[in-house]
């Protein structure tokens, strides 16, 4: 447990990095040449509801979900899609993933699912994705839906082969939010439901952030993620809740950031705020912030050392023992 404490490390990618460099050093280091198609052609296994009992506040009025370019929308039965890797490959850790579409719509991917939730099930990583309550239901219906998840699956950890003690969140963009949120706010009374589940932890193991939403004060919030969340006039006092910079604690688990300082959607303090957040605390974290990138370039190659969070994020989690080491 040694190595996990406080190991915080910031890297700036310079912009007069040279390309070829970049290009040259993707070719040997790229994510994807660990066969996400292998991944893909697994596909989702199952398909998991999380409130079979009923949702709860579920709408009078609510229909079925629509998919659109690989857009989901209108989710009021929340569910978790596995993507389990082959028996052999498989690690024992758990990755629960929360798209982003700033808590309007879930960017799911296509019908493979997300390139993310794929690079890791190349890695050995069992992968849920979430879909979660969004603005028709606004907060804490996203946190209850996330703390749900992670019950779920640590308490179901055998059926799904993997380690109880090994279940992480992704989050990307407003679903990094979400994610933060969970690891400030795991034992929260809104998330519980007064189900026999809510005895099992929801803490997760780790988290890792890409490019996301934190806080929910001005002048670095993402408006469109506070109007759907909190509604257009929010009071003071759930606008300073649900930042999450402010909920930092030395409970709050091991944390990675990838971000980028040309984000024109997200700005890049809302990173470095949580960065600051948690090396205060004290928290095991670990962030890079890059010069490239637009938001939401996920695994883009294009964007040269930009491309090259997954292995950083790799890295993170064979050093801290939620991937085997290399060999």
Known sequence: MKRLFFSAVITIAAASLAFSQAQNKTGSESPQSASV?????????????????????????????????????????????????????ANGTAVIYCPGGSYVRLAIGGKD??????????????????????????????????????????????????????????????????????????????????????????????VALI????????????????????????????????SIEKHVRKETPPVFIAATMADQSVPVENSLMLYGALRRANVPAEMHIYAQGSHGNSLDSQYGPTALWPRRCEEWMRFNGWLPKAD
Do not use: C, N
């Open 113 to 206: 699912g997300p390139p993310e939730a794929l690079w890791l099930g190349a890695h050995g990583v069992t992968v849920f994705v979430l879909k979660y309550r969004l603005a028709e239901y606004g907060q804490p219906a996203p946190l209850r839906d996330l703390l749900r998840a992670v019950r779920v699956v640590r308490s179901r950890a055998a059926e799904f082969g993997v380690r109880p003690d090994r279940v992480g969140v992704f989050g990307v963009s407003a679903g990094g939010h979400l994610a933060a949120w969970a690891a400030t706010m795991f034992d929260a009374p809104e998330g519980r439901t007064g189900a026999q589940l809510d005895s099992v932890s929801a803490r997760p193991d780790f």
């Open 37 to 89: 198609t292998s991944a893909a052609k697994a596909g989702a296994t199952k398909v998991i509801e999380l409130w079979p009992e009923g949702v709860p506040g579920l709408r009078a009025d609510a229909s079925d979900e629509k998919v659109v370019d690989g857009r989901v929308v209108g989710v009021h039965r929340p569910t978790l899609t596995v993507y389990a890797p082959e028996r052999s490959q």
């Open 211 to 242: 490019y996301p939403v934190v806080t929910m004060e001005e002048p670095f919030v993402h408006k469109g993620s506070r109007a759907a969340l909190l509604g257009s006039q929010p009071s003071p006092e759930l606008v300073g809740r649900l």
